[in-house]
């Protein structure tokens, strides 16, 4: 199984970005799909998910600014973020929560003011 993520990059604040994660060895859409980021100096959080029956879940700090999708004929997810912050700065992970939770490498976003 492998995830690979791609899309991010330095941005402005106030700028947009969106991220992509494909996976391979699995089919995406029977687990559930997940992004995370870990910014400088800080542990690894929960940002956003879709469940295996389609629910989108976001958290507080990312609500009405990142928008989670899915391209299952692709096996993809996506992250749209704008509105971006210097806090959102952090390396983006995307996760399959199959039987067990597979991760990918990580892509890095910046934020600067």
């Known amino acids: 199984v492998q995830l690979m993520e791609s899309g991010g990059g330095s941005v402005q604040a106030g700028g947009s970005l969106q991220l992509s994660c494909t996976a391979s060895g699995i089919i995406f859409s029977t687990c559930g799909r997940e992004w995370y980021r870990q910014g400088p100096g800080k542990e690894r959080e929960w940002v956003s998910s879709?469940?295996?029956?389609?629910?989108?879940t976001n958290a507080d700090s990312v609500k009405g600014r990142f928008t989670i999708s899915q391209d299952n004929l692709k096996n993809t997810i996506y992250l749209q973020m704008n509105s971006l912050r210097r806090e959102d700065t952090a390396v983006y992970y995307c996760?399959?929560?199959?039987?067990?939770?597979?991760w990918g490498q990580g892509t890095q976003v910046t934020v600067s003011s």
């Open positions: 996760a399959a929560a199959c039987w067990k939770r597979y």
């Open positions: 879709i469940s295996r029956d389609g629910t989108l």
